[in-house]
């Protein structure tokens, strides 16, 4: 497997892989990552999609890109994920799949002309005091020490970042800012998660720094992503005969493993309650999505909280019998096991059933909900919150059985262990209607209303996920599996919590690439796996970040080190009409 960029090779198919008519393929779990592995055994690899088994223990395919209609409960989505044109292999992918709404269109091509039609921009990314935007909403308010101090971390490597916390590498000055605001609230992180991947954030999403607040540069799907994702690659797979064993769960697999070598011998699993055993040969290929950030979630209802989950589930419990076999299958507790108290564990569905509450949606977003286009162009942090609250409003309806009238909320809070500023509860202990209206405060439904509409007019679904931030656990290097192990054979790992470089994790993204490595390793797929965008290796990219990172500062206005700045005042002088001014101009440094 190599990487490549540019689009010669963006555009070829691959040569068949030598001995592809005698592969045969076991994919454990049925998220994106799987989904994505399926499709590229068949399109580069060569395979017969007959060959092709995905195990799921649940009764729907999907993993934690949901979107139900449950009939006990309502309509639940656990999460949204938020995605950017430079997702490289994710459109590579998606351009391969059938759009299931647009004849003669791929999903990459309706995804395209949505956005294009209907881009992403937010009027209020920060709201405060019951409803009112945050006066400085649009401004990083980063000082001199906290830009030092991202400029420091991007600088450092991996190996110098290892179980280190964001805490400990920036001071007060970097988390009173809006630039950690908008940040934290945009990727859910907390400031006991890894420094590492945060820097990996900084460095992969550089190019976006000056969209932080008007989310400009996000792409969203028409319906919820399970409709408008899940189900063209679902369809597009039972299409190629691929077999899909759901109600059973893989409890382990048997890896006869040293250190140069490992192969998987036998997959062990319970489908339908009964226990089966599959003996593998160096044919048969096996891949894991070890871990998952939604296993083990409960629900609650309109009336009841959300259970506080006891079991850590399957997918941690495989991934534990396969790191007892080899240390190169990586260190599963160091993400399932002692999870800080203060992190983001819930999140709820509202489903609004009139438009009592349009107005301050409205007034908030200024977008119609019922208008078709998007609302809140994701997340709308509420500053003064408590549990930092926040909501997000997609485009409606967000589900095709959704009626006319009504309007899908989601919420969460990233801290979990105070009480409410409305409801005097921790939010893992309050109800659906608690939750609405909580947030119904925060937007500025008068308090005589609150409790009526929360009860009546909505419907709210609370769902308790305990490993919800875990990627975001702070790590060493070998906590992650690579995608491949050393020495592999036949298994691989794909998914948010293998290993791969540059790419962050929490991203639609990294579930395609860990995928798309992973196939085209073990088959020996002769086509790159398109690299990871490159903006932090762009001079352009980099002057206009800092220009966004002072809050629009040219150089003379910036409070530079004296040094700096007696270079700025004679050096401008030196490249006067040369290329690096034009540079600088571009950036609006001068």
Not at 328 to 339: A, L, M, S, W, Y
Not at 354 to 360: F, I, L
Not at 529 to 545: A, I, K, M, N
Request: charged letters at 25%; hydrophobic letters at 40%.
């Amino acid at each position: 497997m190599y990487y490549s960029n540019g689009n010669y090779e963006a555009f070829a198919r691959p040569m068949p892989p030598k001995d592809a008519d005698k592969k045969s393929a076991y994919l454990v779990g049925s998220g994106l990552a799987s989904l994505a592995a399926a499709v590229f055994l068949i399109r580069d690899g060569g395979v017969d999609g007959k060959k092709i088994h995905i195990f799921e223990e649940l009764a729907v395919p999907g993993g934690s890109m949901d979107g139900i209609w449950n009939p006990q409960r309502g309509f639940i989505i656990r999460g949204g994920r938020e995605m950017e044109a430079h997702f490289e292999t994710l459109w590579d992918l998606f351009r391969s799949i059938p759009s299931l709404e647009t004849a003669d269109a791929s999903v990459l091509d309706e995804f395209y002309w949505l956005n294009k039609s209907d881009p992403s921009f937010s009027h209020a990314r920060v709201i405060e005091k019951r409803g009112q935007r945050m006066k400085s909403d649009g401004k990083l308010t980063l000082t001199p020490t906290a830009i030092r101090e991202l400029v420091k971390l991007a600088l450092m490597t991996e190996e110098e970042l290892q179980d280190v916390r964001i805490d400990q590498v920036f001071g007060s000055e970097f988390f009173d800012s809006n630039f950690w605001l908008y940040w934290a609230t945009m990727f859910a992180f907390e400031p006991w998660s890894s420094a590492m991947e945060m820097r990996r954030y900084i460095l992969r999403f550089v190019h976006h720094v000056g969209t932080l607040a008007d989310m400009s540069a996000l792409k969203f799907t028409r319906f919820n992503q399970y409709e408008s994702l899940i189900l063209p690659l679902v369809k597009y797979l039972e299409k190629r005969g691929v077999q899909f064993h759901y109600d059973t769960q893989v409890t382990n697999i048997v890896v006869d493993a040293t250190p140069e070598k490992k192969v998987a011998k036998k997959i062990e699993m319970v489908t339908a309650g009964k226990k089966k055993t599959i003996s593998l040969t160096r044919n048969d290929l096996v891949f894991v999505t070890n871990g998952s950030i939604t296993e083990s979630s409960t629900y609650g209802t309109n009336d009841s909280p959300a259970p506080t989950p006891t079991d850590i589930g399957g997918s941690w419990k495989l991934w534990k019998k396969l790191a007892a076999q080899s240390p190169d299958f990586g260190h599963p507790e160091k993400f399932c096991e002692n999870i800080p108290a203060d992190n983001w564990v819930i999140s709820a569905t509202v489903t609004l059933k009139d438009d009592s509450v349009t107005p301050y949606i409205e007034k908030i977003c200024k977008k119609d909900p019922h208008s078709g286009s998007i609302v809140s162009s994701g997340p709308v942090t509420i500053k003064d919150s408590n549990w930092l609250y926040g909501f997000s409003i997609s485009r409606q309806p967000h589900f095709r059985a959704q009626k006319k009238n009504q309007t899908i909320v989601w919420l969460y809070g990233l801290f979990s262990d105070r009480p409410g500023n409305y409801i005097k509860k921790k939010i893992t202990e309050c109800t659906g209607a608690e939750l609405c209206a909580e947030w119904l405060y925060h937007i500025g439904v008068p308090e005589s209303q609150i409790m009526e509409i929360a009860t009546t007019s909505a419907n709210t679904v609370p769902c308790h996920m305990p490993f919800i931030t875990t990627y975001f656990m702070p790590r060493a290097l070998g906590d992650r599996p690579l995608v491949v192990p050393n020495g592999s054979v036949n298994l691989a790992f794909i998914g948010n919590y293998a290993e791969t470089v540059r790419d962050t994790v929490f991203t639609t993204e990294y579930s395609v690439r860990t995928a798309m490595e992973a196939v085209y390793t073990l088959m020996n797929v002769d086509r790159g796996v398109p690299e990871v965008f490159g903006s932090c290796f762009d001079v352009r990219v980099l002057l206009r970040s800092l220009y966004f990172l002072t809050d629009k500062k040219s150089l003379r206005q910036m409070k530079l080190p004296w040094f700096m700045s007696l270079i700025e005042r004679r050096g401008m002088k030196k490249i006067q009409n040369t290329y690096i001014e034009e540079l600088l101009r571009d950036a609006h440094l001068v």
